[in-house]
């Protein structure tokens, strides 16, 4: 079993940065491959970034990619999620994800462990 534990989240303005972190419990972290999710009101969650065991492989979704960056300390058994430049439609609960299999990073069903989430609020 892993748990893991989102942290960071809150209110900030349009513009502003947050750095969102999930700290993980259980077995050996740095097995595992990483994502981070979200999910707006009404609609379905998606996945925003993804990295591997190793720092090299990092895959944004698109509409993140030059704001968001990944990142994961494997001896504090976290993984980190700095988002700059932030807008109104990026206000969701985001979720990280653990998975021990490669393959799809969008696909959801390949995760075996999801944190509780974490509220972004992004104001005008």
Do not use: H
């Not at 925003?48 to 960056?69: C, E, L, N, W």
């Not at 001896?75 to 700095?82: F, G, I, R, W």
Request: glycine residues 10%; hydrophobic residues 35%; positive net charge.
């Amino acid at each position: 079993q892993v748990q893991l534990v989102e942290s960071g989240g809150g209110l900030v303005q349009a513009g502003g940065s947050l750095r969102l972190s999930c700290a993980a419990s259980g077995r050996t972290f740095s097995n595992y491959a990483m994502g981070w999710f979200r999910q707006a009101p009404g609609k379905e969650r998606e996945l925003v970034a993804y990295m591997r065991t190793s720092a090299g492989s990092i895959y944004y979704s698109d509409s993140m990619k030059g704001r968001f960056t990944i990142s994961r300390d494997n001896a504090k058994n976290t993984v980190y999620l700095q988002m700059n430049s932030l807008k109104i439609e990026d206000t969701a609960v985001y979720y990280c994800a653990a998975r021990a299999t490669l393959g799809n990073v969008r696909d959801e069903s390949k995760y075996d462990y999801w944190g509780q989430g974490t509220q972004v609020t992004v104001s005008s």
